[in-house]
């Protein structure tokens, strides 16, 4: 696009609308994809939009639509964009900018806003965002003078990226968008990404010397395909046992001989004890978040018996909850590129524990636990690893039937499971959709629970619009199941409110316009499968499992009657 015209002698500014700036803004840097809700308060961005190359996607709920952006963040490390209207619509988007901030992830949502005059009278749908998105984003903001529009966004892609990425929320007064501009553009953003120092690294290998038993957790956003071989070089130059945090599987090849599994929900008991017998924990980009630190259980708050290394890119997380031994403010990329160049050690006397972790991994995954009923979820799982190829991508919400993928599905590849770290439903419809518009080419396949699928379900109609050929498989145990599973645990016998009446998944599929088959049981499986992707069409496998199989290897009667023991 052309910033501006030229004229006799000089040339000048060019004149444009404060929304024309916006979009322009966005082109200059790099956007390609954009997902909405459309709104009467933001109509003049829409119609920027219109002729600027970027591939608008439609949504069908605005909480679906902030999600795809979301994922795109996820995959990209670039800043997803999503536009949603004012009110409603923005506090609807609420759930993806919740998901940004936990995950830690590059976004940005622009919302519609009252005109100016009106502000403060309460005027319809009229929302203070600085106030409520405050606590979640890194940074809400309002845009008041339309002179300061590409000031305001170039920030905005600085700041979803900095440091810890996160999103960004800034509102757009409907009056203000129609108003004319002049000046140039911003240039566009470059992330600054800090690195390790040459003492950091010293004091680090210093540390992997004396060391007896380390192990490397792998955590974070923002990692890159040089980042990924780096890391994977440095172990093996160091014959590190390495473990990924909750939901960030694909940081390291599991089939690899360093890899020792993942520290999610549903955990290996073995690798969380390998853990804390560690005598130094490399946390390398993550948080060590509640639920990869198993409840906070793994390492002593707030100073750690075993020595810590924490590595990470927001220097305000750094000894927030844990005082590490070494603390480096680097960015996991930066970080892994000098790690890769570290010189290796003299011995490494950990090395057959490094094995023994390995392959304690593989017992734990290779083979499905039997399970009640005639769908065992764990050989669906370990079908997919089969068939897939390694780039596709698998998305999902949040239900017990993730531990599945976590402890049996395997990721070969970097970002190929987009998945919330903040535990959030109906992610995995919306996340399909996104990475389907990204990726037109791979193969994406969406695993959700029943009541996770119906949260964000209606935007299966968004894949039918564009036809995008996801495959969405849907475990329907007729119920909310992971807090069915901790009701057993707490108040034994005593069901309420976690039943569900689901409908025919198959034939909402149809309805809608896709391809629809229902399973239910295990051996039927990779024909249904099958069926689906070879339909090219959006696609739903409607899987039926018994509620009895509630984790992989437990059954809700096992855990009531372990609670009524007192167990």
């Known amino acids: 696009m052309l910033y501006h015209d030229r004229l006799d002698g000089p040339a000048a500014p060019t004149l444009r609308t404060a929304a024309r700036a916006l979009v322009d803004q966005l082109v200059a840097n790099g956007v390609a994809h954009a997902f909405t ?8 961005v829409l119609d920027a939009l219109h002729e600027s190359g970027i591939q608008v996607t439609v949504c069908r709920q605005e909480g679906a639509a902030a999600m795809m952006a979301e994922a795109h963040g996820k995959a990209t490390g670039r800043p997803g964009i999503c536009l949603v209207t004012r009110g409603p619509g923005a506090t609807n988007a609420a759930a993806g900018i919740h998901i940004a901030q936990q995950d830690s992830t590059p976004m940005i949502l622009f919302v519609g806003q ?8 309460e005027a319809w749908q009229e929302m203070d965002y600085r106030a409520a998105f405050g606590p979640i984003a890194k ?98 130059r160091f014959d590190l046992p390495v473990a990924t945090s909750y939901r960030r599987l694909p ?21 969380v004890a390998r853990v804390r017998a560690s005598d130094l924990t490399i946390v390398l980009g993550g948080r060590l978040g509640e639920v990869a630190s198993q409840s906070y259980t793994l390492l002593d708050i707030p100073s750690p018996r075993t020595r810590l290394v924490h590595v990470h890119p927001g220097p305000e997380e750094i000894g927030r909850v844990y005082v590490p031994h070494l603390a480096i403010n680097a960015a996991p990329a930066r970080t892994a590129a000098a790690l890769a160049r570290l010189s290796a050690p003299d011995a490494t006397p950990w090395s057959a524990e490094t094995r023994a972790a390995h392959a304690a991994y ?14 065992n979820l764990g050989a669906v799982m370990i079908h997919l690893r089969e068939v897939l190829p390694a780039d596709a991508i698998l998305c999902n919400g949040a239900g017990n039937y993730a531990a599945w993928i976590h402890r049996f599905y395997r990721f070969r590849d970097l970002a190929t499971h987009i998945a919330p770290t903040s535990g959030s439903m109906g992610y995995g419809v919306p996340a399909a959709v996104a990475m389907k518009r990204l990726y037109p080419e791979r193969t994406v396949v ?39 599973m901790h009701q057993e645990r707490d108040f034994p016998g005593r069901v309420c409110a976690t039943d569900l009446t689901n409908p025919d998944f198959a034939g909402y599929a149809r309805v809608f316009g896709g391809f629809g088959v229902t399973v239910e049981r295990t051996e039927d499986f990779p024909e249904a499968f099958a069926a689906a992707r070879a339909s090219g069409q959006p696609a739903i496998v409607h899987l039926k499992m018994p509620v009895e199989a509630i984790t992989p290897g437990t059954t809700l009667s096992a855990i009531r009657e372990r609670a009524l023991a007192g167990g």
């Not at 809700?37 to 003049?44: A, D, I, M, Q, R």
């Open 446 to 484: 969406a695993l959700a629970g029943d009541g996770d699928f119906l949260m964000n379900g209606q935007d299966f109609a968004t894949a039918v619009q564009y036809g995008l050929a996801i495959v969405c498989v849907v475990c329907d145990n007729a119920s909310y199941g992971t807090i069915r």
């Open 114 to 121: 009252v005109e100016r005059g009106f502000r403060d009278r």
């Open 139 to 236: 940074w809400a903001a309002e845009i008041d003078d339309p002179a300061r529009v590409t000031e305001y966004v170039s920030r905005a892609f600085h700041t979803a990226v900095a440091g810890r990425p996160g999103p960004v929320v800034l509102a757009l007064p409907k009056d203000m968008l129609k108003e004319t501009v002049a000046g140039p553009l911003a240039p566009p953003c470059v992330p600054v990404e800090a690195g390790p120092c040459a003492e950091d690294l010293e004091r680090l290998a210093a540390l992997l010397a004396e060391a007896r038993s380390p192990f490397l957790i792998l955590g974070g956003s923002r990692w890159s395909a040089a980042a990924y071989a780096d890391i994977r070089a440095f172990a093996e």
């Open 362 to 375: 593989r017992a734990w995954s290779d083979a499905a636990t039997p399970q009640p009923g005639p769908v």
């Open 251 to 271: 940081l390291f090849d599991p089939l690899h001989p360093n890899y020792a599994g993942d520290l999610g929900l549903g955990a290996n008991p073995g690798l």
């Open 37 to 44: 809700v459309p709104g009467e308060s933001f109509l003049p």
